[in-house]
């Protein structure tokens, strides 16, 4: 069991930058594929990043490869998302996601994982 609970969301104007935390407790121990999806009013939760536990490659979506970085701090057991350059388009309510998995093989940006935050809504005025 993992339990997950972001924070750092907030209201910013277009070309600014947040920095969202996910803390996770509970089994910290295994090895996890790590995400961050999105969800905007009308539309359905996409993927934004994701990342395996205890590495360094990442994978983004499109639509924000070069602007948003996803990290991990295995000692604060917190997985991060810097969003720079944001865009009125970021506008919705980001989660954290975790599912356990023997390798990063299994990780994908499908909306499948076991473990999810209660979301943080980030706003991006124009």
């Known amino acids: 069991q993992v339990q997950l609970e972001e924070s750092g969301g907030g209201s910013v104007q277009a070309g600014g930058s947040l920095r969202l935390s996910c803390a996770t407790s509970?089994?910290?121990?295994?090895?996890?594929?790590m995400a961050w999806f999105r969800q905007a009013p009308g539309k359905e939760r996409e993927g934004v990043a994701r990342?395996?536990?205890?590495?360094?490659?990442?994978v983004y979506a499109d639509s924000v490869k070069g602007r948003f970085t996803i990290s991990q701090d295995n000692a604060k057991n917190t997985l991060y998302l810097q969003m720079n350059s944001l865009k009125p388009e970021d506008t919705a309510i980001y989660y954290c996601?975790?599912?356990?998995?023997?390798?990063?093989?299994?990780?994908?940006?499908?909306?499948?994982?076991?473990?999810w935050g209660q979301g943080t809504q980030v706003t991006v005025s124009s």
């Open positions: 990342i395996y536990t205890g590495t360094f490659g990442a």
């Open positions: 509970g089994d910290t121990y295994s090895s996890y594929c």
């Open positions: 996601a975790a599912k356990s998995s023997p390798s990063s093989y299994w990780c994908n940006m499908r909306n499948e994982y076991t473990y």
